[in-house]
């Protein structure tokens, strides 16, 4: 059912092209039309040949043209052969260029759950050889199981036309065929899934580590990912091995059986020919019928494996599709406009599973315009109290307000605009300096995005550069370092102008005197704004108006810095740690 369903699917996107299916439909028929009338005529040439030698009266005008116009039959219909093999590659280009974009318009509306819980390189085996294995079957396969089965039911016609009889072979070896092909499917699909899954993991593999080359080199840890890589490509190549060795079991299988009905044809053929009941010409033609009707047959059960491993492709495809994307807006959420950045948190509960919880009853307020940070050891829910303001996820339970709207009533592109984020893993695209800093904000002046930089601490760098603002940043910016890559990002959110900053560990990668530089800049230019700060070093959010000091999901301590010293509780054991 789920193959039925991935083929109704697959035929959905064809018929957004109706007119050219349509076109290689009546193209693909009627040339295999002109193909199946060859032995008919060269039949009835082979029949006055015979005539011919019996009788000593050779009729070469009527030959010449039964030649004749078997060669115009045959070279028409290669011409048209041609003409839909063409045509079928452009539309399989345009049904991939589809499914590749559906696929990543979709994956731009899912939930950041999803990519939480799917490894990169899978996404992108998904998008890229799912799809590519699509398009091969459909450029190729699809003409092939076309002409096929025009082939196969006209044969059939004319097989019936010239010798009843004889077809009655077809009754033993076709249901032999049937029952090989049926065994062979349901032994090869779930292999053809797993292959597509073992590549997806591979690909998954090796982005990690590539993109990790500097830590595993660190570790000294080449041998190690040596062997893990050995283990995964091995993995992926049995399953190749393991699936196309059942999946060629089908051609020389169906092969067998085609050349079993040949020789009882060929048997048969000749008990009819002796006791009158066809003519040599006919035995000709029903052989050369016979042969057309099988080989396609042969043919269909050789591109079986590349058939069932563009189903499996496309269901992997189709499955990214399907998923769930970010939950709509309620209905009558409205606009988050002249935003103030009043935020505070009532009771919140939220767990990335539902029967483990990590906030629990959390609450907080942050008036307009103040300072507050967060700070908590590895796991406390520092990092998920960011995702929920920004709503990546929804809370369980409670109520989060921002200016006295509930956060569930607003919309979240609005929502989202009105704050802007610096995350510790900084995020970069191949393009210039200044197209970086003005993602954000592509309408921005270049004065603008110089004084975001300014205000970052990072113009004198870019200056620097021989290309200045427009150089080039590779391969997310390795041609620089990662406190410069963090400064950028800083400026990319300063150009934002939100009314809300969020900054999660952002400036872990520069040093404490830029730090501090940033920090004063930040609060001049965040006067009468509301900022986050998740920190780990506590001497950068010393002059916080409130700090949070999270553990186990729960605020336990709350205060500025003078007032939690004072207390001597957490924070202080956390200060000291820090400093001791």
């Known amino acids: 059912m789920k193959r039925k369903a991935t083929l109704l699917r697959i035929f959905g996107y064809l018929m957004r092209h109706k007119a050219q299916l349509f076109a290689v439909i009546a193209l693909s028929f009627t040339g295999n039309l002109l193909a199946l009338a060859g032995p008919k005529l060269s039949g009835s040439a082979i029949s006055l040949i015979s005539k011919g030698a019996e009788t000593g009266i050779m009729d070469m005008p009527r030959i010449y043209r039964y030649a004749a116009i078997l060669l115009v039959f045959y070279a028409t219909s290669s011409i048209m052969s041609y003409v839909v093999n063409v045509s079928m590659i452009t539309l399989s280009r345009r049904i991939s260029y589809t499914l590749r974009k559906d696929t990543f ?59 009843p009889k004889l077809v009655l072979v077809f009754t033993v070896t076709i249901p032999l065929a049937l029952v090989l092909a049926t065994y062979l499917t349901r032994m090869v699909q779930p292999m053809f899934r797993a292959r597509s899954r073992a590549a997806g993991e591979l690909n998954g593999y090796v982005e990690e580590m590539i993109s990790g080359q500097k830590t595993l080199r660190a570790y000294t840890q080449e041998e190690r990912v040596i062997k893990e890589m050995s283990v995964q490509n091995k993995n992926l190549v049995d399953q190749y091995f393991k699936t196309d060795y059942y999946a060629t079991i089908m051609g020389p299988g169906t092969n067998a059986i085609n050349n079993l009905a040949l020789a009882l044809i060929s048997i048969f053929g ?36 590349e058939l069932q491993s563009s189903l499996a492709a496309a269901e992997r495809v189709f499955k990214v599709i399907d998923e769930e994307p970010e939950p709509a807006d309620s209905k009558g959420a409205t606009e988050l406009t002249a935003v ?9 509960h939220f767990g990335y599973q539902q029967d483990r919880g990590l906030l629990k009853d959390f609450s907080m307020k942050a008036p307009k315009g103040s300072l507050i940070a967060i700070v908590g050891p590895t796991g406390a829910g520092k990092t998920t109290f960011i995702n929920l303001l920004m709503r990546f996820y929804d809370i369980d339970s409670g109520t989060i307000l921002v200016d006295g709207h509930r956060s569930t009533d ?93 900054l999660d560990e ?75």
């Open 105 to 163: 318009n979709h994956l731009v509306t899912l939930p950041v759950s999803y990519f939480d819980s799917n490894t990169t390189g899978d996404i992108l085996s998904r998008i890229s050889y799912d799809i590519d294995t699509i398009n091969a079957s459909l450029s190729t396969d699809v003409v092939q199981v076309l002409s096929s089965t025009v082939t196969i039911i006209g044969s059939l016609i004319m097989m019936l036309n010239i010798c």
């Open 270 to 305: 000749a008990i009819l020919y002796l006791r009158g009941g066809i003519d040599i010409g006919g035995i000709s033609a029903f052989v050369l019928y016979s042969r057309k009707f099988t080989g396609p047959i042969r043919e269909i059960a050789e591109i079986y494996g």
């Open 340 to 348: 103030e950045g009043s935020v505070e948190l009532q009771h919140v």
């Open 410 to 502: 607003l919309t979240r592109k609005s929502l989202r605009l009105s704050y802007s984020m610096v995350l510790q893993d900084t995020w970069l695209f191949y393009g210039t300096i200044y197209e970086n800093i003005a993602y954000a904000r592509p309408d921005a002046t270049r004065e603008e995005v110089i004084a975001a930089a300014k205000a970052a601490h990072i113009h004198t760098y870019i200056e620097s550069l021989p290309q200045g603002y427009d150089t080039l940043l590779i391969d997310d910016g390795t041609n620089i370092s990662k406190g410069q890559k963090q400064l950028l990002t800083i400026a990319r959110a300063l150009l934002m102008r939100s009314p809300m900053l969020i």
């Open 506 to 580: 952002a400036t872990s990668n520069v040093d404490t005197r830029t730090e501090h530089q940033i920090q004063a800049a930040m609060r001049k230019l965040m006067e009468d704004k509301t900022c986050f700060v998740v920190a780990h070093r506590l001497s950068t959010i010393r002059n916080a108006d409130c700090i949070l000091v999270v553990r186990d999901g729960n605020v336990v301590e709350r205060g500025n810095h003078e007032e939690l010293m004072k207390k001597k509780g957490f924070y202080y054991e956390m200060h000291q740690a820090q400093y001791q």
